[in-house]
């Protein structure tokens, strides 16, 4: 069983360039709410991202250079399509509308670079080897007190190989969310592709020894696609 999923940012980004290019086609280059609200979305989970971002090098606020990601992003899609459109009008109203988001963004983002220069938090490692997808696993918690591990894959288009992890695990359940079984602990698989298992109480050597089997089902999990 394989299933093929689109990330919240390409789903809205693929849906955004659909209304835009229907609207061109019936001869309107007009202002569209339904357009600025796909793009609002679209800035609001860049900013999520840029949040948790650990790059010194990128000046600007959260909101601008999300709002600049963005434009350049359906710029380069309606490019491919050959298409037209001025995108101006819309971000101008989604930076007036996210301006007091924005800063809160900025603050949570100084706040976690903080913690992060002091170690207080869990870590966030991005893992990229040949045989499958790149994908992140994200300690949830304090450094002394993990509570949680999730695996999640990193591209905008990716495929779960679910027939692979029931080769190799037992697995319940027939539609998600899948439970797996990897000796006496038990992974959650999710139907955006996340891998979740709660270290709430665990010694610390069990919270490393759940870490190493995590990134072993997600290897197999998001391995051997060719939706890259």
């Not at 029931?166 to 990897?182: A, C, D, L, T």
Request: hydrophobic share 40%; no cysteine.
């Amino acid at each position: 069983m394989r299933f093929k999923l689109l990330s919240q940012e390409e789903f809205i980004l693929q849906n955004v360039v659909d209304l835009i290019q229907s609207s061109v086609e019936r001869g309107s280059q007009t202002y569209s709410s339904a357009v600025e609200f796909g793009l609002t979305e679209l800035v609001k989970e860049q900013m999520r991202r840029i949040a948790q971002e650990n790059d010194t090098q990128r000046l600007g606020d959260a909101l601008t250079l999300a709002t600049l990601d963005v434009h350049k992003k359906v710029e380069g899609r309606l490019a491919e399509r050959n298409i037209r459109f001025d995108l101006r009008p819309h971000l101008g109203g989604v930076e007036t509308a996210l301006k007091f988001p924005g800063k809160e963004v900025a603050h949570l983002k100084d706040r976690l670079a903080q913690s992060r220069r002091t170690n207080r938090i869990g870590e966030r490692k991005r893992i990229a080897e040949a045989a499958q997808a790149p994908f992140e696993i994200t300690e949830v918690g304090l450094q002394n007190s993990i509570e949680a591990l999730i695996a999640a894959p990193v591209g905008q288009v990716y495929e779960l190989n679910l027939e692979e992890v029931r080769r190799s695990y037992e697995v319940e359940g027939e539609w998600f969310p899948f439970q797996v079984n990897v000796e006496e602990l038990e992974f959650v698989i999710d139907d955006d592709g996340t891998v979740f298992i709660s270290t709430e109480n665990f010694p610390e050597k069990l919270v490393i020894e759940a870490r190493e089997m995590l990134v072993i089902l997600a290897k197999r999990l998001y391995g051997r696609s060719a939706s890259y």
